[in-house]
């Protein structure tokens, strides 16, 4: 009897013949919604394979009732939706894909980051509205990118990467880690600050930390007070990471004078959420790591953690508790 994986959106027929080829696939046939808890916990708890995302919620009450599971393989980084320590105590191995979608997620961060510096979107909806006139002297102007500061809270991966960009435009970068990255100062041309002095010197606060609970509502009322009346900030990190609420009063009152995200607390958000009422920020539907290239690698990695696991081979990329 071949081992059962059960696939939590529809995958490219090329990723699941991967796993046809050794083993009982079943998927969930949603591109956009989805699966619900009570099938997902039907399905884990008869499957050897889990081969999910990062919108699947993946609890200890469903790891519980598993009966033969030994891999949960996330088409993410993070996975703080998915109980480590109780997969961990269960024996239960967890894979996720880090690196591949590090230049990517940069990009998107940097896109963030200027749209808003530039007032992009506030650019499209004055021609959407007729309200582009005459040529006028200080119409729709924004902040300079070039030769401003740029502080990078969270200097993993991605947040070298975003430094790098960053040193490509002429600015100074600071960072603030849980650690120094002493080859990361060096390699790139970054200094480390600590936290409070990053907040108040900075042109542009980018988030890029995981989430944990050290860095739940990291960015809270008191950090964007910090913060210059003239900086933009922008997260692409985990949307918990922000407390929305602060931020959009800080948007509002004129604490900061803009924002990017690409992630929320809850997702989706809906078309009545307070943040789209503000014309200075700048919000995407969690996109940083969707480009068809590196999407195709991640569900491909993913794909090879779920046989890695079911093999008992040792995993590219586990997660440990």
């Known amino acids: 009897m071949k081992p059962y994986v059960f696939i939590t ?5 090329a990723i699941v013949e991967m796993i046809e080829r050794e083993c009982e696939v079943s998927m969930w046939e949603e591109e956009e919604t989805p699966v619900p ?25 469903m790891i519980d009732g598993a009966e033969r599971l030994t891999i949960i393989a996330t088409m993410a980084v993070g996975y703080n939706n998915i109980d480590i320590e109780a997969a961990a105590a269960r024996g239960i191995q967890i894979a996720h894909t880090p690196g591949v979608l590090t230049e990517t ?28 006139g005459a040529w006028a002297p200080f119409f729709l102007t924004g902040q300079d990118i070039h030769h401003s500061r740029l502080g990078i809270i969270g200097m993993g991966r991605i947040g070298e990467a975003v430094a ?11 960072y603030h880690n849980r650690s120094r990255k ?35 509502h990291l960015m809270n009322a008191e950090a964007f007070k ?15 990471t922000v407390d929305e609420k602060a931020l959009f009063t ?28 503000l014309p200075n920020v700048t919000l995407l539907p969690h996109i940083g ?12 990695m993913t794909a090879n953690h779920v046989l890695q696991g079911i093999r008992g081979e040792a995993l590219d990329h586990p997660v440990k508790e």
């Open 289 to 300: 790591s969707a480009s068809e290239k590196t999407r195709w690698r991640m569900a491909e």
């Open 37 to 61: 808890d009570e099938i997902l916990a039907r399905e884990i708890k008869r499957a050897d394979g889990i081969f999910c995302n990062v919108s699947d919620t993946i609890t200890k009450e």
């Open 105 to 132: 997620t940069a990009d998107l961060t940097f896109a963030l980051l200027m749209a808003a510096a530039r007032r992009l979107p506030e650019g499209m909806e004055a021609i959407k509205n007729d309200e582009w």
């Open 182 to 216: 002493h080859e990361a100062e060096e390699a790139i041309g970054v200094r480390y600050q600590e936290l409070d002095e990053l907040l108040e010197t900075s042109d542009f606060v980018c988030l890029t930390a995981p989430y944990t609970n050290e860095t739940h």
């Open 226 to 240: 910090k913060m210059k009346d003239s900086a933009i900030f922008v997260n692409t990190s985990r949307g918990s």
């Open 164 to 174: 790098r960009r960053g040193k490509g435009f002429s600015m100074e970068v600071v």
């Open 9 to 13: 959106r529809r995958m490219p027929a």
């Open 250 to 277: 800080a948007l509002k009152n004129g604490e900061i004078r803009g924002a990017g995200l690409d992630v929320f607390e809850q997702e989706p958000i809906s078309s009545s959420h307070p943040l789209l009422s």
